[in-house]
């Protein structure tokens, strides 16, 4: 069963426990979880959340079955060196309609990993596990991750007003989707010969 995927000089692979560090190490600083409704997050809080989800993955895999939880840990092919981490997280039980995530570390700004990651996860959604639909979000303001997905295809949905309460502040949800129906099967192959 395949669990890595290599374009050019990026690796995508199922995140594994020795993977938790380094992202614990990016979710602790404050410029990568500028945009985000969590953290700066401690160690024990991301491996607590990591953990469990990495364990499903590994025991699904030892089984030769897909996972049911789809994170990623994402690194340099060619030295190891940890670029960030990218996810779909299952909606609300419905088979096929997912949450994508991605985060990237700071060190790896402004060298496209961002639109990498998000390239990665339509592939992997609608060519490996034939989802139906992908749902993207971000805080208002986070200009580079609407970027990074409008020029992947996907279409500005709405806004959450108030959706996210961090500290003592409220920040508005940006909601972003992408129909497999509606995505060229021409980009469907290309994503697919890319990472196959």
Request: with cysteine; glycine share 6%.
């Amino acid at each position: 069963m395949k669990t890595k995927w290599i374009k050019d000089d990026i690796t995508f692979s199922y995140c594994v426990e020795a993977d938790l560090k380094d992202i614990a190490s990016m979710l602790s600083k404050e410029s990568v979880c500028k945009y985000m409704f969590f953290g700066p997050n401690q160690e024990e809080d991301t491996m607590a959340y990591f953990s469990p989800l990495v364990e499903s993955m590994e025991a699904s895999l030892k089984e030769e079955k897909i996972p049911d939880c789809h994170v990623f840990s994402i690194r340099k092919n060619s030295t190891g060196e940890f670029i960030g981490q990218c996810a779909l997280l299952p909606i609300e039980s419905t088979n096929g309609n997912y949450l994508i995530g991605y985060q990237i570390d700071d060190t790896q700004w402004k060298n496209k990993y961002g639109s990498n990651a998000c390239a990665f996860l339509i592939h992997y959604a609608f060519n490996v596990i034939d989802a139906f639909r992908l749902t993207g979000d971000c805080v208002l303001g986070n200009l580079g991750s609407e970027k990074v997905m409008i020029s992947s295809g996907f279409q500005y949905e709405g806004r959450q007003r108030n959706y996210w309460l961090v500290g003592e502040k409220y920040f508005d949800r940006m909601l972003f989707f992408l129909l497999k129906e509606e995505l060229p099967e021409s980009r469907l192959k290309e994503l697919n010969d890319l990472y196959e």
